[in-house]
């Protein structure tokens, strides 16, 4: 691995660069940093120091300002080296520079990875046209859609393109992060398409770039095509995260999780395979995107965790979240809101039963303990 990183790095420094406006040494910046916004940034700080011919060392992190105890959170980043409020105890490397500006950090980036709640995508985006670079390329780590009553049914990637004109893939996998902040090992799938404006090998960023910027010893990056089928994946077991937590959270156990997870993992293949028809059904099984990061999240996530206090609680998805998260997204509670809106608008919610199922339960007042007579089909059974 190590010899394969070394080899772009020579590949990029051994190039006569044409005259552009995005060539290596890349200038890259995080949009967010939230528990998974900083994580990442750790990550690509890490790497932009041992890779000097490839990257810029610094690496902006826009932080969208607060006060903890009067002092402000970038305040306490840029001095402390930590987040001490959405990734305490985690030492953030010097390289790392919190940027209250959204403007200055994404001005003079190369590569720019957004990772913020999906819900403040549009917001961000529009006060950042006119101020990137044309050639700069993006990755989202966002978990969600978008719902476009005329597109219909957006990817995150796909928005950032549509309203920035810039290349964007997706960065998702079994990653809870305060395991990745701790180094604990884990696996991630970095989809990225070569766009049309491709500038060639040394002068880009390709997928050899990518995994020089994502890959570390304690997080292993599997760079494919398929930005729908990662990005589908990642948005989607979410919701089923969210069966899950119910369940969890009712006492039914392992075996009720898993059913959940069994017709959750069908319907998010179904989802992607109906309204993304170029994604892979091997990505939902094979890629950590896909099966693995359902399996964690349905484990150990923040949707699952909010939707069992609920059930314990009998408070609504929003209490349970302020309560639990101290300012953190459990995404799909948005997410399940806007697959309703979406298979409704498109006359396909028969066809979805536990995305249905969670979205009623979330929102309409369903009762969590009919889950199972909401996904199966049981006519003809005497129900006790
Ligand atoms: N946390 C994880 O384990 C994890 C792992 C993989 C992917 N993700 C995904 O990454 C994305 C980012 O998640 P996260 O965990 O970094 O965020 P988070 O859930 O920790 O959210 C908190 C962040 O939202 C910001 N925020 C609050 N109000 C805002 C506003 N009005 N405008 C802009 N920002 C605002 C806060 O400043 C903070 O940075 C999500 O889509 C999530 O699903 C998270
Ligand atoms: O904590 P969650 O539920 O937002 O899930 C975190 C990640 O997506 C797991 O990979």
Known sequence: MADRLNQVSQIVSSSTTA?????????????????????????????????????????????????????????????KHQNVKYLPNIT????????????????????????IPHQFLPRLITQMKGHIKPRARAISC???????????????????????????????????????????????????????????????????????????????????????????AGALKNVVALGCGFVKGLGWGDNASSAIQRVGLGE??????????????ETYYGESAGVADLITTCAGGRNVRVASYMAKTGK?????????????????IITCKEVHEWLEHDGKIDEFPLFEAVYQIVYGGKNMRDLPKMIEDLEGIDQE
């Open 19 to 79: 005259a552009s406006d995005t060539v290596p040494p890349f200038r890259v910046c995080v949009i967010g940093s939230g528990n998974w916004g900083t994580t990442i940034a750790k990550v690509v700080s890490e790497n932009t120091t041992l890779r000097p011919q490839l990257f810029h060392e610094q690496v902006k992190m826009w932080v969208f300002e607060e006060k903890i105890n009067g002092e402000n959170l970038t305040h306490i980043i840029n001095t």
């Open 92 to 115: 953030l490397p010097d390289n790392l520079v919190a940027d209250p500006d959204l403007i200055d950090t994404v001005h003079d980036a190369d590569i720019i990875i957004f990772n």
């Open 142 to 232: 966002l978990k969600g859609f978008h719902i476009d009553k005329v597109k219909g049914v957006c990817l995150m990637s796909s928005y950032v393109t549509d309203n920035l004109h810039i290349a964007c893939g997706a960065l998702s996998g079994a990653n809870l992060a305060p395991e990745v902040a701790k180094e604990k090992w884990s696996e991630t799938t970095v989809a990225y398409r070569i766009p049309s404006d491709f500038q060639g090998e040394g002068k880009d960023v390709d997928h050899a770039v990518l995994k020089a910027l994502f890959h570390r010893p304690y997080f292993h990056v599997n760079v494919v095509e398929d930005v729908a089928g990662v990005s589908v």
């Open 268 to 281: 998010i293949i179904k989802f992607g395979k109906l309204y993304f028809p170029d994604s892979e059904v």
């Open 316 to 332: 609504s998805a929003e209490e349970s979240e302020k309560e639990l998260l101290n300012g953190q997204s459990a995404q799909g």
